[in-house]
C-alpha cells in the first residue's frame, strides 16, 4: 500500500514538473501579433470555460416557446401543388440514347423487318459502301483532320473571319529575285573594297 502510495506522488510531481517546464517554454512563445502568450490564452480560455454555467449575461434573457404552425381552418383545406415532373427522365424526346440501348433497338428492328426486303438497318448502311462513296467519306475525313474544311466545326476553331486572308496580301509576290541578287552582288562587291561609307553603321 504504501509503495503504491509512493508511486502515486512521484507520478503527481513528474506530472507537476513536466507542466512547470511547459509552461515556462510556453512563457516566452510568441504572440503573434496578439499581445498575449499561448498559455496566457490557455488560461483565459480555461476560465471562460469554467464560467460558462454561472455567466451573468444570460441571467435576464427569457426564452420564448416556439410559436405554432400556421394551418388553414376548417373548409378551407386546398389541393397542394402537383410537383413539376422530372425532366431527367427516359420518356423525355431529348433523353440520350445509350450504347446498349442502341444496339437493343437495332436488334429488334432487324428482328421485326426479317422478311422485308428494302429494309436496310444502320449497321448494313455503315457497312455496304460503294467505292465512290468510300472515297468521298475518306477525303473528307482528310479534310477535317487537316483543317481544310469550311465552316466552324469544333469550339476550338477560330472564327471564319479569322481564316479568311486579306486578297491583297495574298497577291503581293514581293521583292523580284532579280533585285534580291543585284542587291546581294552589289553588297559582296563593296565588301571586297572595304569601303562602308555607304553603311556607317557597320
Known sequence: MTDMRSVRVLAG???LVVLGFSLGGCATSPTYGTGVTAAEQLMDDLGSAASIGSSKKTAGVKYTPRPGLVVPGKG???ALVEPQASIADKTNGQWLESPE???????????????????????QEGRKLNSKDQWAAFREARKVQEGNYEGRRYLS???VSYRQADP???????????AKEKRR???AAMAKTGSNWWNPFQ
Open 13 to 15: 510531481v513528474s506530472g
Open 185 to 187: 552582288k552589289k553588297a
Open 101 to 123: 440501348e442502341m444496339r437493343a433497338r437495332v436488334a429488334r428492328e432487324t428482328d421485326e423487318n426479317a422478311n422485308n426486303p428494302n429494309y436496310k438497318s444502320a449497321i
Open 76 to 78: 378551407e383545406e386546398v
Open 157 to 159: 476553331d477560330p472564327p
Open 168 to 178: 491583297a496580301v495574298l497577291q503581293d509576290l514581293g521583292e523580284p529575285e532579280k
